[in-house]
Each structure stands twice: as structure tokens, then as C-alpha cells.
């Protein structure tokens, strides 16, 4: 790599901003900008176990004086680094590229989308064996790997360059993984935060630094449980750590572990256990432990209970092998054998809770990334209105938003070709009525569930049942906020009001009820 200016910097590598995502961008300091001689839109080699190459942008001002480097998961995995690790960066002289050959990684793609393609990823900059996301107008993004350039070296994709798919090798060395089937990364998880810094804590450490725990003579923790609702992101989560700490990730389903024959379920636990050993470090994922784990005392089968038996006495020996993590998942923590919670087993137990409006719209901007807008799209509005939707749900919101504006341009669609033309797709754009069609088609999963968040709707906002209004303020909000004035009279307050109306009447002005006596 031929290098314009020689300085070099060591920073330490944090969280990108939300929406460099994909993006190949760098944040730097400006004063470390500086002393790397590099300006904004230039490009600097990122050199951990493996050098990539990253656009420059000024950091946000958090974390300036403080010598690090916001880069994203696709750039960490790159440079072979992860959070919290320092990188090496100097100033990269990238031209730009005539010819890029890229490899599809999760997406077959043809020749005739390669002017769409190129147009999602002008003025990246790459450099050959690199891996890069595109989003696409779905909320699902498309890996590539760069297999080619001319020139070699950095380069930085031009308007001009010429994007060449490359052919699958004959050898097949690298199966191509199923479509949508992309690596999940921190970025990728949003209204996790603390939840996510506790699993990192937990996880990453051991793996990662298992002598640590050797010489302080602690026992590194074993296995985490985490628990919650369906769809709101424990395989998620459990995947990014994997993907971040360069694990080998073994997924499993509860029920796919039982079998019929006599001894075939534990087998398949105790081989589960060796290949995650032997390929140590890695994290064995047990989703639904609650169909192979459930209480002993309350279940019948003697499949179940060898099962659990197998798991206990597995995990008890994984001491032997530091390497290997277990997380499990489950949507009923209470079903689960008390003995599997015990210290040195499941130990760490995480809540996965329902997203709050910051979190809904953390994860919507996660599933919109590829999405041309409108003027008029309020994410904001509509993190508001999605109260009770889990990840999964805002996952589908965006899917189905996607899908509402691409009904618009099908009567333009050639059935028979396949084809979308290029200018069919650039004129794409979700509108807020998009949105508002989607929400009437998904239904939040998690509304049954208990939920506390401050709503923002305000009486004022209610219009009419003045008296209603009155009633509810004098039962609800004044024993909240009058404490105090309640106790000094000796007024208990009411554990309950009840509002009950027919259908339609709650818009009439209810007629004049006697005041109600507290009790
Ligand atoms: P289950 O208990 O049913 O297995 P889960 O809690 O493991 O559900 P995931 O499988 O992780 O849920 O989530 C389903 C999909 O929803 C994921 O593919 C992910 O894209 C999306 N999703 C869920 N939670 C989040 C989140 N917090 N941020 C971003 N995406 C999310």
C-alpha cells in the first residue's frame, strides 16, 4: 500500500454512528484527522489482524480527545477487530477503480441489476478480500465479498466503475449461505443497549480472555439465560455476540434435540457439546430450553427427564474447556428445571424486554436502512403509534411498508421478463402512508403482555367526556400525586376505576353521574 503521508495512530475501536451503518465510514477526531494529514471524504487504512481501507468523517463530538475510532461491524470484521480493541490507521492513497469483481455472499444477483448495484455502492472505498453490506430497499441487506480490482489496492468506487458479478467457483469451497442469511452485528440490535453491554460482559470476556480468569482463580461463567417475549431479539443478540467475538456459533432448536429412539436425543446433545469443544472458542445457542430442560418434577416423559440430566452433567464439564459459552433462550423462564439455574450452570439470567418508543425507533431505523423515504415518513411518528411491537414486528411493519409502495409500481412490472428496470427502482420512494397501511396489517405480539412505558397522549388530546375526564383525574391522577393531602385527610385510595361504554358512546358527553365518595 503505497502511503501518501507515514503517520500512523493506535485508537481504540467504539460504536459507529447509527447511520454510517454499511456506510465503510470512519470517524475520526479532527485533531487525530490532522495528525494523520487526512480531510473529510479521504481515505485511511484500518489495520488490525487484516489491513481495510475506510472513508474519513469527523467524529461526533463525545468522542473526540479520547483516541478512538467509530467504525462499524462490516469495517471490525474487515480489520479482524472488535470493540474496544485498538486498530492501527494511517492515511491510504485510494484511486479509483475501473473494475470491481464482487461475490455474492447471501442474494443471487444478475447481470442486469448490476447498474442498481452499482448505484447503492458509489464511493465506497475497498480493498480485495473485503466484505461489504449492501441495504437493500427491504429490510434485508446483501453481503459481498470483494473478490477483484483494478487497479489493485485501494480503491475507491467511482460512477465509472465497471461492477462484474463473480462466477461461483468450480471447487465450491465456500457454499453460498441462504438468501438473507447476513451476520448479524451490534449495530444490527437496537433498545438493547444495557442488555446487550451484560451479555458483552459475560460472554466476551471469557472467550476472548479465558487466562484472566485463570490467574484471578475465578470460575469464568458458563452458560446465560436469557428470557422474554418471542421476536424480541435473544437470537439476535446471541448471534452478534458470536459473529463479534469470532466464536463458532452452534444453534440449536429445543425441540430439534428430541428424538424418538432411546439415547438419540442425549447423543445428540453430547455431540453438540464435543463439536463446539473442539472447535472452541464458541457459543452454543439453545433456543426453547424450556422443551428440553422442563421441570422434572412436573413432566411425565423420560426423554425430558434424561435430557435434562444429559444437559446438567454437560455443562458441569465444560469447565474442562474454557472456550465454549452457552446462552439459551427462552419465552418462559419458570418452566425451565430449577437445576439448570443453579451457580456454574445457568447462572446470569438476562431480561430480553418489549422495545419502549426510543428502542422502537432504534430498531426501525435498523430495518429502514435501505429504504429510499418520502418528506413526509416520520419514524418518530410511528415509534409512537407501534406501542407493543416487538423487534419481530417492527421487522415485519418495514416489510410490509416496503411492500405497500412496491404495489404501487407493479402494473409497471414485465411478469414475464422478472425484470424491474433500473429507473423502476430508483424511483421507489415509502411514503407515510405506507407506514400507516402496514400498521393496519401488523399486529403488535407483545400488547397482552405487562408493559410499562409513559404514554404521551395527554387528556387534552381526548376530546369532550369532560366529566369522564374529571372522574378519572379525582381517582387516578390526584391519590398519585397528592400523596400526601390523601393520607393527611384519611382517604384511601381506589385500587381500580372501571370505564365501560357502548360502542359509539364514548364520543356523547356521558350524563351527570353523582361525584364518587372515597372510600
Ligand atoms: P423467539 O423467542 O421466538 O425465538 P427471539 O427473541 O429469539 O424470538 P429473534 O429471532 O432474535 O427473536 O428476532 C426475530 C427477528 O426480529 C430478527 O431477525 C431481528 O431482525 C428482529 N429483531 C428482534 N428484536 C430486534 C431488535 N431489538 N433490534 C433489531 N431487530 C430485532
Given at each position: 500500500?503505497?502511503d501518501a503521508?507515514?503517520?500512523?495512530l493506535k485508537?481504540k475501536?467504539?460504536?459507529p454512528?447509527p447511520?454510517?451503518?454499511?456506510?465503510i465510514?470512519a470517524r475520526l477526531?479532527?485533531?487525530?484527522?490532522?495528525?494523520l494529514?487526512v480531510?473529510?471524504?479521504?481515505?485511511?487504512?484500518?489495520i488490525?489482524?487484516?489491513?481495510t481501507?475506510a472513508k474519513?468523517m469527523?467524529a461526533?463530538?463525545e468522542?473526540r480527545?479520547?483516541a478512538r475510532v467509530?467504525?462499524?461491524?462490516?469495517i471490525?470484521q474487515n480489520?479482524?477487530?472488535s470493540?474496544?480493541?485498538?486498530?492501527e490507521?494511517?492515511?491510504?492513497?485510494a484511486?479509483p477503480?475501473e473494475?470491481?469483481?464482487l461475490?455474492?455472499?447471501?442474494?443471487s444477483?444478475?447481470?442486469?441489476d448490476?447498474g442498481?448495484?452499482g448505484?447503492l455502492?458509489?464511493g465506497?472505498?475497498v480493498l480485495?478480500?473485503?466484505?461489504?453490506?449492501v441495504p437493500l430497499?427491504?429490510s434485508r441487506?446483501?453481503d459481498?465479498?470483494?473478490?477483484a480490482t483494478?487497479?489493485t489496492?485501494?480503491?475507491?468506487?467511482?460512477a465509472a466503475t465497471?461492477?462484474?458479478l463473480a462466477r461461483?467457483?468450480?471447487?465450491?469451497?465456500t457454499?453460498?449461505?441462504?438468501?438473507?442469511?447476513?451476520?448479524v452485528?451490534y449495530e444490527?440490535i437496537g433498545?438493547?443497549?444495557?442488555?446487550?453491554a451484560?451479555l458483552?460482559?459475560?460472554?466476551?470476556?471469557?472467550l476472548r480472555?479465558p487466562?484472566?480468569f485463570e490467574?484471578?482463580g475465578i470460575d469464568a461463567?458458563?452458560g446465560v439465560?436469557?428470557?422474554?417475549?418471542?421476536?424480541?431479539?435473544?437470537?439476535?443478540?446471541?448471534?452478534?455476540?458470536?459473529r463479534?467475538t469470532?466464536?463458532?456459533f452452534y444453534?440449536?432448536n429445543?425441540?430439534?434435540i428430541?428424538?424418538?429412539?432411546?439415547?438419540?436425543?442425549e447423543a445428540?446433545?453430547?455431540?453438540?457439546?464435543?463439536e463446539a469443544?473442539r472447535t472452541?472458542?464458541?457459543i452454543?445457542f439453545?433456543d426453547?430450553?424450556d422443551?428440553i430442560?422442563?421441570?422434572r418434577?412436573t413432566?411425565?416423559?423420560d426423554?425430558?427427564k434424561?435430557?435434562?440430566?444429559?444437559?446438567l452433567?454437560?455443562m458441569?464439564g465444560?469447565?474442562?474447556?474454557?472456550?465454549?459459552?452457552?446462552?439459551?433462550?427462552?419465552?418462559?423462564?419458570n418452566n425451565i428445571?430449577?437445576a439448570?439455574?443453579r451457580?456454574g450452570r445457568?447462572?446470569r439470567e438476562?431480561s430480553?424486554g418489549?422495545?419502549?418508543?426510543t428502542g422502537?425507533?432504534?430498531?426501525l431505523?435498523?430495518h429502514?436502512r435501505?429504504m429510499?423515504?418520502?418528506p413526509?415518513?416520520?419514524?418518530s411518528?410511528?415509534?409512537?403509534?407501534t406501542?407493543?411491537?416487538?423487534?419481530?414486528?417492527?421487522?415485519?411493519?418495514c416489510?410490509?411498508?416496503?411492500?405497500?409502495?412496491l404495489?404501487?409500481i407493479?402494473?409497471?412490472?414485465?411478469?414475464?421478463t422478472q425484470?424491474?428496470?433500473?429507473?423502476?427502482?430508483t424511483?421507489l420512494?415509502?411514503e407515510?402512508a405506507?407506514?400507516r397501511?402496514?400498521?393496519?396489517?401488523?399486529e403488535?405480539s407483545a400488547?397482552?403482555?405487562?408493559?410499562?412505558e409513559?404514554p404521551?397522549?395527554?387528556l387534552?388530546?381526548?376530546?369532550?367526556?369532560?366529566?369522564?375526564k374529571?372522574?378519572?383525574?379525582?381517582?387516578?391522577?390526584w391519590?398519585?400525586?397528592?400523596?400526601?393531602?390523601f393520607?393527611?385527610?384519611g382517604w384511601?385510595?381506589?385500587r381500580g376505576s372501571?370505564?365501560?361504554?357502548r360502542?359509539?358512546a364514548?364520543?356523547?358527553?356521558?350524563?351527570r353521574q353523582?361525584?364518587?365518595?372515597?372510600?
Amino acid at each position: 500500500m503505497s502511503d501518501a503521508n507515514p503517520a500512523a495512530l493506535k485508537l481504540k475501536v467504539t460504536e459507529p454512528y447509527p447511520k454510517d451503518v454499511g456506510r465503510i465510514l470512519a470517524r475520526l477526531d479532527p485533531a487525530d484527522m490532522a495528525a494523520l494529514g487526512v480531510g473529510a471524504g479521504e481515505i485511511v487504512a484500518v489495520i488490525g489482524k487484516r489491513t481495510t481501507v475506510a472513508k474519513v468523517m469527523p467524529a461526533q463530538k463525545e468522542y473526540r480527545g479520547q483516541a478512538r475510532v467509530q467504525i462499524d461491524g462490516v469495517i471490525r470484521q474487515n480489520a479482524g477487530v472488535s470493540l474496544n480493541q485498538s486498530v492501527e490507521v494511517r492515511k491510504a492513497a485510494a484511486r479509483p477503480a475501473e473494475r470491481v469483481r464482487l461475490a455474492p455472499q447471501n442474494i443471487s444477483v444478475r447481470d442486469t441489476d448490476l447498474g442498481y448495484l452499482g448505484a447503492l455502492i458509489d464511493g465506497l472505498p475497498v480493498l480485495t478480500g473485503d466484505k461489504i453490506t449492501v441495504p437493500l430497499f427491504g429490510s434485508r441487506p446483501a453481503d459481498f465479498e470483494v473478490t477483484a480490482t483494478a487497479p489493485t489496492g485501494p480503491v475507491q468506487i467511482v460512477a465509472a466503475t465497471v461492477v462484474e458479478l463473480a462466477r461461483p467457483s468450480a471447487s465450491g469451497d465456500t457454499p453460498p449461505k441462504e438468501p438473507g442469511d447476513h451476520p448479524v452485528s451490534y449495530e444490527d440490535i437496537g433498545g438493547l443497549r444495557k442488555e446487550l453491554a451484560r451479555l458483552r460482559e459475560i460472554v466476551e470476556l471469557p472467550l476472548r480472555y479465558p487466562e484472566v480468569f485463570e490467574r484471578l482463580g475465578i470460575d469464568a461463567p458458563k452458560g446465560v439465560l436469557l428470557y422474554g417475549p418471542p421476536g424480541c431479539g435473544k437470537t439476535a443478540l446471541a448471534r452478534a455476540v458470536a459473529r463479534e467475538t469470532n466464536a463458532k456459533f452452534y444453534a440449536v432448536n429445543g425441540p430439534e434435540i428430541i428424538h424418538k429412539f432411546y439415547g438419540e436425543s442425549e447423543a445428540h446433545l453430547r455431540k453438540l457439546f464435543d463439536e463446539a469443544a473442539r472447535t472452541a472458542p464458541s457459543i452454543i445457542f439453545l433456543d426453547e430450553i424450556d422443551a428440553i430442560a422442563p421441570k422434572r418434577e412436573t413432566t411425565v416423559g423420560d426423554v425430558e427427564k434424561r435430557v435434562v440430566a444429559q444437559l446438567l452433567a454437560l455443562m458441569d464439564g465444560l469447565s474442562k474447556s474454557k472456550h465454549v459459552m452457552v446462552i439459551a433462550a427462552t419465552n418462559l423462564p419458570n418452566n425451565i428445571d430449577p437445576a439448570l439455574r443453579r451457580p456454574g450452570r445457568f447462572d446470569r439470567e438476562i431480561s430480553i424486554g418489549i422495545p419502549d418508543q426510543t428502542g422502537r425507533r432504534e430498531i426501525l431505523d435498523i430495518h429502514s436502512r435501505g429504504m429510499p423515504f418520502a418528506p413526509d415518513v416520520d419514524l418518530s411518528a410511528v415509534a409512537a403509534g407501534t406501542h407493543g411491537f416487538v423487534g419481530a414486528d417492527l421487522e415485519a411493519l418495514c416489510r410490509e411498508a416496503a411492500m405497500s409502495c412496491l404495489r404501487r409500481i407493479l402494473p409497471e412490472f414485465d411478469f414475464a421478463t422478472q425484470h424491474i428496470p433500473y429507473n423502476l427502482l430508483t424511483r421507489l420512494e415509502v411514503e407515510m402512508a405506507d407506514f400507516r397501511a402496514a400498521m393496519r396489517e401488523v399486529e403488535p405480539s407483545a400488547i397482552r403482555e405487562v408493559l410499562v412505558e409513559v404514554p404521551h397522549v395527554r387528556l387534552d388530546r381526548v376530546g369532550g367526556l369532560g366529566d369522564v375526564k374529571q372522574q378519572l383525574r379525582e381517582a387516578v391522577e390526584w391519590p398519585l400525586k397528592y400523596p400526601e393531602l390523601f393520607r393527611k385527610l384519611g382517604w384511601s385510595r381506589r385500587r381500580g376505576s372501571c370505564c365501560a361504554a357502548r360502542p359509539g358512546a364514548a364520543r356523547r358527553s356521558s350524563p351527570r353521574q353523582p361525584r364518587p365518595r372515597w372510600r
